[in-house]
């Protein structure tokens, strides 16, 4: 057939297109299960990292299998819930199945999340003694541009913040990507989450935290030039730590001690 004839032309893109998607498709579908087990690595090594236990990225599963127990809470109840499989529950599935999860009154649903999960997933560390020594909070919300997904970790006292950190979100770098920067997230460590009252009380402020304010000690100062990502982590937490939260789940475990 001639080189420059219309059918040869045709013939050799559209073999070329078929192969192509071929390499693609099968590398799309061989690649998925190392996908989502890389998924779940990260997410693993983002669990630890919020309360400092990533020490070494090649020993991730190792050290989440010593370290952290995951275990379900019902939302409503703020009881633990046992006929759930804690390691294999997917809260965020769980979230999109109606049957599995609410939808939100536009009045309370402060993060943007549109529906939330009946039972959330709780990740757990104990001490030598078998004392639990943090609670990890799985956290989402609205930002800017996207929806942040995060987890807070908080002391004994299911009170006093150790940690927050977000394993994904698409936030502009250097404006609201800013949630990632260490020197931010170092400024919550010791901020307390309820007031005297039993209300979610912890916030960030627009710039920066006034020293002499009467309520520093719910206060993380705002990130320069993201008023709008600095409300969505604000509203995030005033959600998960409220009624519709963590708050039913929290309380109990204060009272228990
Ligand atoms: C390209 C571009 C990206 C931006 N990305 C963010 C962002 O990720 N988060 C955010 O809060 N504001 C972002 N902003 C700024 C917001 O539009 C808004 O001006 C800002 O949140 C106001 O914050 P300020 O009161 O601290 O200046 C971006 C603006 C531009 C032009």
């Known amino acids: 057939m001639n080189n420059d004839s219309i059918q040869k032309t045709l013939i050799v893109a559209i073999g070329l297109c078929l192969v192509c998607s071929l390499v693609v498709s099968v590398s799309a579908v061989s690649l998925k299960p190392q996908q989502e087990q890389n998924k779940i690595v990260d997410k693993q090594g983002n669990i630890l990292g919020v309360v400092g236990l990533l020490k070494d990225k090649a020993s ?3 050290l989440y299998e010593k370290n952290i127990e995951s275990v379900v809470v019902d939302l409503d109840t703020g009881e633990y819930v046992s006929d759930i499989d804690a390691n294999t529950y997917d809260q965020r599935s769980a979230a999109a199945d109606p049957s599995l999860s609410i939808k939100l009154d536009k009045k309370d649903d402060i993060a943007g999340i549109g529906r939330r999960a009946k039972q959330a997933s709780v990740y757990l560390v ?29 002391e004994a006292d299911a009170n006093t913040v150790y940690g927050l950190s977000f394993y994904d979100h698409a936030e502009t770098p250097g404006l609201g990507g800013e949630v990632d920067n260490p020197k931010w997230k170092a400024l919550w460590r010791g901020k307390k ?41 604000s509203n995030m937490l005033t959600y998960w730590l409220g ?3 963590f708050n039913k789940f929290l309380t109990n475990e204060r009272s228990r001690g």
């Open 60 to 62: 991730i599963a190792e």
């Open 243 to 245: 009624q519709n939260g």
């Open 126 to 154: 104990r001490d030598s003694a078998g004392a639990i020594k943090y609670y990890i909070l799985p956290v989402h919300g609205y930002g800017l541009w996207s929806t942040l997904y995060g987890f807070l970790a908080l």
């Open 193 to 233: 989450v309820y007031n005297d009252n039993g209300e979610a009380a912890l916030s960030v402020v627009k710039g920066a935290v006034n020293p002499s304010s009467q309520t520093i000690q719910y206060e993380v100062d705002g990130l320069a030039g993201a008023t709008l990502t600095s409300r969505g982590v």
